[in-house]
């Protein structure tokens, strides 16, 4: 739920409003099993999930909130082109505050990591989860000796 978080702690830098009136949980998660090997050892598979962003008493603006949220998605949740919109449900408590619930989507890939001794067997193989970061190269230089 890496992505949740990230996201929960930009809203909160973005000061919308006092930390303790910002929350964020997880509402259902689900496994779905992939197991393909991967550059880094296997990927597992799946794992998605429904989120929800409660800010209570709102005072801003609600196109700076969904310009917030679009744009942190744009950057850092790129592959969203299969999950639902993002939801804003907006309960006006008066003329200048509102209680925002946000409610999002996301999948994260799982990842295992060829490891004797590993917990996790698989393939007549030895697991251990090891959470990290799939950096594919967008970019590349192959230099040679001329040989």
Do not use: C
């Not at 880094?40 to 909130?65: K, S, W």
């Not at 969904?66 to 309960?91: H, K, Y």
């Amino acid at each position: 739920m890496i992505k949740l978080k990230a996201l929960t702690t930009y809203l909160i830098g973005r000061q919308l409003v006092l930390p303790e009136q910002l929350d964020s949980w997880t509402d259902q998660v689900s496994l779905e099993l992939v197991w393909k090997p991967d550059l880094q050892g296997m990927h597992m598979g799946d794992m998605n999930y429904t989120a929800t962003i409660v800010l209570e008493r709102f005072a801003d603006h609600p196109g700076r909130l969904m310009a917030l949220v679009g744009s942190w998605l744009e950057t850092n949740d790129e592959d969203r082109d299969e999950l639902p919109a993002v939801q804003f449900d907006i309960t006006m408590l008066d003329d200048d505050l509102a209680d925002v619930d946000i409610k999002l989507e996301f999948s994260e890939p799982q990842y295992l990591a060829e490891e004797p001794g590993g917990e996790i067997i698989a393939f007549g193989k030895t697991w251990s989860f090891i959470p990290f970061d799939l950096w594919v190269a967008e970019r590349g230089e192959v230099i040679g000796d001329g040989a």
